[in-house]
């Protein structure tokens, strides 16, 4: 199943710079995107999310951008910090259609953080 | 913060055993959720639960798997009879009301361990 892909595995990013992690989609029925961070030993956390009424949604240091046209959406957080060092899911729902429930992930990018 | 509890954080069972994985979702939640990863897999969507019954199920989720809310605050996931691939971390989830932007909050996980 790859309908929500995360194409990079891993990114390092020095303190204070911006980190960028994309996710990429297939299923065009997706119309709402989450991206959640997972540290070690805990669960998922939600960090940010973006209706695909919008092309971008901003939280303090988050930002999500999402391009439709390209099946693309992108995760920007500036300034980095060493505690956003964590795997970051992209997820997908249909909210449209009768499985509004069930989030689609990509398998994730682990952000470090470098000090 | 009121989070998602979830036990045991590890499970050991033998091939063919039953094993019941247990979760207190937040109190005033009502969808409650299974999630599971496979090491170095994807998280994937098993089951969603409202009004004590299954609103949703993936093709995961077979005759093996069963979840029951027995009381007020417990959710719990029942595998029948533990295959080796079964082997995953389970993750709980719940959500307040449902929606279009609705946020799921994960428990810490169990990981189950078939042998």
């Known amino acids: 199943d790859q309908q929500v892909k995360q194409n990079s595995p891993s990114l390092s990013v020095q303190e204070g710079r911006i980190s960028i992690l994309n996710c990429d989609y297939t299923?065009?029925?997706?119309?709402?995107f989450l991206w959640y961070k997972k540290y070690p030993a805990e669960g998922p956390t939600f960090l940010i999310s973006i209706s695909s009424i919008k092309d971008k949604n901003e939280d303090g240091r988050f930002t999500v951008f999402l391009n439709k046209s390209a099946k693309h959406l992108s995760l920007h957080i500036v300034p980095s910090q060493p505690g956003d060092s964590a795997v970051y899911f992209c997820?997908?729902?249909?909210?449209?259609?009768?499985?509004?429930?069930?989030?689609?992930f990509g398998s994730g990018t682990q952000l470090t953080v470098l000090p | 913060e009121p989070e998602v509890t979830q036990t045991p954080s590890h499970q050991v069972t033998q091939m063919g055993q039953e094993v019941i994985l247990r979760c207190v979702p937040i109190s005033n939640h009502l969808y409650f959720y299974w999630y599971r990863q496979i090491l170095g897999q994807k998280v994937e969507f098993l089951v969603s639960f409202y009004n004590n019954e299954i609103s949703e199920k993936s093709e995961i989720f077979d005759d093996q798997f069963s979840v029951e809310r027995p009381d007020g605050s417990n959710f719990t996931l029942k595998i029948r009879s533990t295959k080796l691939e079964d082997s995953a971390m389970y993750f709980c989830?719940?959500?307040?009301?449902?929606?279009?932007?609705?946020?799921?909050?994960f428990g810490s996980g169990t990981q189950l361990s078939v042998l």
């Open positions: 299923n065009s029925m997706f119309d709402y």
């Open positions: 989830a719940s959500s307040e009301v449902p929606g279009y932007n609705e946020k799921l909050f």
């Open positions: 997820a997908a729902r249909r909210v449209s259609s009768g499985s509004a429930r069930q989030l689609t």
